[in-house]
């Protein structure tokens, strides 16, 4: 997990639960109009629906989303309210960034992952072949008919890359709706917090250094009241992120971005490892975005909203 928080003694309900192959972690400080219990209450609720986001969309087993793979490139499938949403929110992030963020990625994922538990490995070649597939573009949507097209029959899809935050906007959501302040969800490091407008001081959230093994050292540290922080990095997972170019290399080892959703926040952290470092704070000055990149030799880049906002 990239983000910890410092000690509080004043955070007395947290809970936590496993999904998405990690762990989410509720906090809430004392309430005027909620006891312990019921604030608990709330937290197993919000996670349910953590779990049916999960349920639905994943790509290990039937699911909505397998449903779509499963028709690629033979028919149209008819896709409810929230998978369109999600669909349309990910073309559209890959419009804004020029392909590099783009959920037909698992057109590669899954077919490496299938030759693995087959104990087979994909030549280069095949390799090659299957990412020069991954295009949006072959994402066809009708939102008149509400059905969800993707034209090559090869082609797969993932929610890889945007679930976890969209998972976590839901859960803070209603949490919120029900009346909860001075909380946070935390998805694995995808981050959101609450302050009300009477809160004593801000969230102090240590951003994890990437260059060292324990996972406790931060490489700084931010206040943040309300928004979402995600960090993106190499020191859990390696060089995990899929480019359509083989010889691409990850610019940064660790890329922090503040928003207002955790969904923008998730994808652009991502998205921004691929980016020259010139090119990332170019493009989040252009969003008038809070973005934190480190670079390979340990160079700390900040844009110019960043810079603003922690008065360097």
Not at 26 to 46: G, M, W
Request: one cysteine or more; a neutral charge; charged letters at 20%.
């Amino acid at each position: 997990m990239s983000i910890s928080f410092e000690n509080d003694s004043l955070v007395t309900t947290q809970a936590k639960f496993k999904a998405m192959g990690g762990e989410f972690i509720y906090l809430c400080y004392p309430q005027n109009n909620f006891s312990k219990k019921d604030i608990e209450e709330l937290f197993k609720q919000a996670h349910a629906e953590v779990l049916r986001i999960e349920k639905t969309y994943t790509e290990f087993h039937d699911s909505s989303l397998t449903e779509i793979n499963k028709s690629s490139g033979i028919k149209a499938v008819h896709i409810d309210e929230e998978m369109l949403y999600l669909l349309s929110e990910s073309i559209r992030y890959s419009k804004k960034t020029s392909g590099l963020f783009d959920i037909t990625f698992a057109t590669l994922t899954m077919a490496i992952r299938e030759a693995k538990k087959n104990e087979l490995t994909l030549n280069e070649s095949e390799q090659d072949e299957l990412r020069s597939l991954i295009d949006y573009r072959n994402i066809e949507i009708n939102i008149d008919q509400s059905t969800v097209f993707l034209k090559n029959a090869k082609t797969r899809i993932s929610f890889g890359g945007i679930g976890k935050g969209y998972a976590v906007d839901r859960a803070f959501s209603f949490l919120e709706s029900k009346g909860l302040v001075n909380f946070s969800v935390n998805g694995s490091g995808d981050l959101r917090v609450h302050s009300a407008s009477d809160a004593p001081r801000p969230w102090k959230l240590g951003i994890r250094n990437p260059f060292s093994k324990n996972p406790t050292q931060a490489a700084g540290m931010v206040q943040l009241a309300n928004g979402a922080l995600v960090s993106s990095g190499t020191y859990v997972q390696g060089q995990h992120i899929i480019s359509t170019q083989r010889e691409s290399q990850l610019k940064f080892v660790s890329m922090t971005l503040i928003a207002d959703s955790t969904i923008m926040a998730d994808v652009y952290a991502t998205t921004l490892m691929l980016m020259e470092p010139s090119q990332a704070m170019l493009f989040l000055n252009n969003e008038d975005l809070i973005g934190i990149g480190i670079d390979q030799s340990g160079k700390t880049h900040l844009s110019k909203s960043a810079i603003t906002h922690f008065r360097l």
